[in-house]
């Protein structure tokens, strides 16, 4: 006697979990290579950068360099584990993704449009990242 083993077809919300998993991994690890090679011009040029006088969160750039690729390499990292969906890649990749924003707000005047480039960016992976249920990405 042989057991017949009937695969089930993926949902459609199965499917839509999964590519929304996919697209905070693909986002998190091009957001965390630009902070990267942000954080690395940062801390070996700081001609690239604007030089402003009265910030209150006034740092020296090289340490927000280093802020910068500390960041971006977790969040590499991160979106390693995001690729074969893993919960604790989730809860990490909110959290990273906030820590982002948060940096990127703070060295706004340093790099204003791309500050805000990468807040909205970390902002559709947070928004990736969230709005997939537990019960959507079981069965996959």
Not at 35 to 63: C, H, P, S
Not at 95 to 101: E, M
Not at 107 to 131: E, T
Request: charged share 10%; hydrophobic share 60%.
């Amino acid at each position: 006697m042989t057991a017949t083993h009937t695969a089930h077809a993926p949902s459609t919300k199965q499917n839509w979990a999964s590519g929304l998993t996919a697209f905070a991994a693909v986002m998190l690890t091009i957001a965390g290579l630009l902070a990267i090679f942000r954080g690395i011009m940062a801390i070996a040029e700081d001609d690239v950068f604007v030089n402003t006088r009265n910030y209150v969160f006034q740092f020296d750039l090289t340490g927000w360099g280093w802020v910068h690729l500390a960041l971006g390499v977790v969040a590499v990292i991160v979106s390693m584990g995001l690729f074969v969906t893993s919960t604790w890649a989730r809860v990490a990749g909110v959290g990273v993704a906030a820590l982002v924003i948060i940096a990127n707000f703070l060295s706004l005047p340093y790099y204003p449009v791309w500050s805000v480039v990468m807040i909205a960016m970390s902002g559709f992976i947070i928004w990736a990242l969230c709005v997939v249920r537990r019960d959507d990405t079981s069965a996959m």
